[in-house]
């Protein structure tokens, strides 16, 4: 393993677990924090979670689950070539989707309307809420115990409000301090695997055509450095060719960028970086330019497709009337949530926000099936 640059995150500077455990024989923290993630039943759910194409339209889709894993490749060729602590950029990239609700972003909006008095939704927390409760699999403590550093990469986002309540991991969304470079890689790589999936994933759905994206000119150069390259190349061929290109080029740019940026400001240590008033880990501002046009190109022609848009639409109702049919009738939940309920004892907030846990762990096609069995009459079992 390439040695770890002095701003990386080691071991021996680690703010450690919340619980305190023995460190593990021959694996490092964050490798342990990996292998958590991994066997988590969470994790195992993201195979049937989605993020634009609902799970049973098709198996060549990206699921969650092989979004995560590009994530986490994405994330670990640039840790290493920048000496980054690559087995916390893993652990980071495998969990940071873990609080996904059924069908992506339509169920977030849904579920963050039906939780509008009682705290909201926001998907980033329910990924640390997930790790630090709601998985039960260890005798000593709830959740996974994860490393702070892990749990810090995970919160990418949080409102000032959430963040209050969050102690030392909620700070630096309140005096807009940074964190870790792995978090921080993490984050874009997050950015580049989706941009460059949702264009691979609705050129093979048919919802976008070449032709509309060349529009934007990052996919235009690339293509057409691609066309140059084998002008006999046609069909799924030209468009691997230009996804990896893409991948490539912005990855590169990524790189270049933030090893430039760190020998600028000569970081020391990771709290230099966490200390520093600016992300380090940054696209040229070229780059970002395209990438913010690739974006909001993908917003007008794919998620907002009609197709694309019904899909939305039925999920979201799908979404509210399980967490209304819930909190309004308690007894329809599963035993063990339904004690969960009356063992903590406490008011409508927080029968809302257990009804939104049962509801935004649910894979899309088991928040369908639910559906049909609390709805038709033609499925009562
Ligand atoms: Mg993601």
Same mark, same amino acid.
């Given at each position: 393993m390439t040695p770890l640059a002095p701003y990386a995150v080691s071991e021996a500077t680690s703010r450690g677990r919340t619980h305190d455990e023995d460190g593990p024989a021959y694996r490092s923290a964050f490798q342990r924090d990996r292998d958590r993630i991994i066997h988590s039943a969470a994790f195992r759910r993201l195979e049937y979670k989605t993020q634009v194409f609902v799970n049973h339209e098709g198996d060549m889709f990206r699921t969650r689950l092989t979004h995560s894993i590009e994530v986490a490749q994405i994330s670990r060729t640039i840790a290493r070539a920048l000496g980054l602590n690559e087995d916390l950029v893993e652990a980071i990239a495998l969990a940071h989707d873990l609080g996904h609700t059924p069908f992506g972003h339509a169920g977030q909006n849904a579920l963050n309307a039906c939780m509008h008095d009682y705290g909201g939704f926001e998907h980033n927390l329910q990924s640390l809420r997930v790790v630090? %409760? !709601?998985?039960? *699999?260890? /005798?000593?403590?709830?959740? %996974?115990? !994860?490393?702070y550093e892990t749990r810090e990469g995970i919160l990418k986002h949080c409102s000032r409000a959430n963040a209050r309540g969050l102690g030392p991991l909620g700070e630096r969304f309140l005096n807009g301090s940074q964190p870790s470079l792995e978090a921080q890689v993490a984050n874009l790589a997050d950015e580049i695997a989706y941009n460059n999936h949702d264009v691979d994933d609705g050129l093979r759905a048919g919802l976008l055509e070449i032709d509309t994206l060349t529009a934007a000119e990052f996919f235009r150069e690339q293509y057409e450095t691609v066309r140059a390259r084998w002008p006999a190349l046609v069909g799924r061929r030209i468009v691997h060719e230009t996804i990896r290109a893409m991948i490539n080029r912005q990855a590169t740019d990524l790189l270049d960028t933030s090893r430039a940026a760190i020998d600028a400001v000569g970081p020391e240590s990771v709290d230099d970086v966490r200390g520093? *008033?600016? /992300? !380090?880990?940054r696209f040229s501002a070229p780059m970002l330019e395209q990438h913010r046009a690739l974006k909001q190109l993908l917003r007008q022609k794919l998620y907002r497709h009609y197709r694309v848009f019904r899909m939305s639409m039925k999920a979201q109702r799908i979404v509210k009337d399980l967490f209304d049919a819930f909190f309004n009738t308690p007894r329809a939940l599963p035993h063990d949530t339904q004690r969960r309920i009356e063992e903590r004892g406490g008011g409508e907030s927080e029968r809302a926000r257990l009804v939104a846990d049962y509801v935004a762990g649910m894979t899309d096609r088991f928040a369908i099936a639910e559906y049909r069995r609390l709805f038709t009459a033609d499925a009562l079992t």
């Amino acid at each position: 393993m390439t040695p770890l640059a002095p701003y990386a995150v080691s071991e021996a500077t680690s703010r450690g677990r919340t619980h305190d455990e023995d460190g593990p024989a021959y694996r490092s923290a964050f490798q342990r924090d990996r292998d958590r993630i991994i066997h988590s039943a969470a994790f195992r759910r993201l195979e049937y979670k989605t993020q634009v194409f609902v799970n049973h339209e098709g198996d060549m889709f990206r699921t969650r689950l092989t979004h995560s894993i590009e994530v986490a490749q994405i994330s670990r060729t640039i840790a290493r070539a920048l000496g980054l602590n690559e087995d916390l950029v893993e652990a980071i990239a495998l969990a940071h989707d873990l609080g996904h609700t059924p069908f992506g972003h339509a169920g977030q909006n849904a579920l963050n309307a039906c939780m509008h008095d009682y705290g909201g939704f926001e998907h980033n927390l329910q990924s640390l809420r997930v790790v630090d %409760l !709601l998985e039960v *699999r260890y /005798a000593s403590f709830p959740g %996974l115990n !994860l490393t702070y550093e892990t749990r810090e990469g995970i919160l990418k986002h949080c409102s000032r409000a959430n963040a209050r309540g969050l102690g030392p991991l909620g700070e630096r969304f309140l005096n807009g301090s940074q964190p870790s470079l792995e978090a921080q890689v993490a984050n874009l790589a997050d950015e580049i695997a989706y941009n460059n999936h949702d264009v691979d994933d609705g050129l093979r759905a048919g919802l976008l055509e070449i032709d509309t994206l060349t529009a934007a000119e990052f996919f235009r150069e690339q293509y057409e450095t691609v066309r140059a390259r084998w002008p006999a190349l046609v069909g799924r061929r030209i468009v691997h060719e230009t996804i990896r290109a893409m991948i490539n080029r912005q990855a590169t740019d990524l790189l270049d960028t933030s090893r430039a940026a760190i020998d600028a400001v000569g970081p020391e240590s990771v709290d230099d970086v966490r200390g520093h *008033r600016m /992300a !380090l880990i940054r696209f040229s501002a070229p780059m970002l330019e395209q990438h913010r046009a690739l974006k909001q190109l993908l917003r007008q022609k794919l998620y907002r497709h009609y197709r694309v848009f019904r899909m939305s639409m039925k999920a979201q109702r799908i979404v509210k009337d399980l967490f209304d049919a819930f909190f309004n009738t308690p007894r329809a939940l599963p035993h063990d949530t339904q004690r969960r309920i009356e063992e903590r004892g406490g008011g409508e907030s927080e029968r809302a926000r257990l009804v939104a846990d049962y509801v935004a762990g649910m894979t899309d096609r088991f928040a369908i099936a639910e559906y049909r069995r609390l709805f038709t009459a033609d499925a009562l079992t």
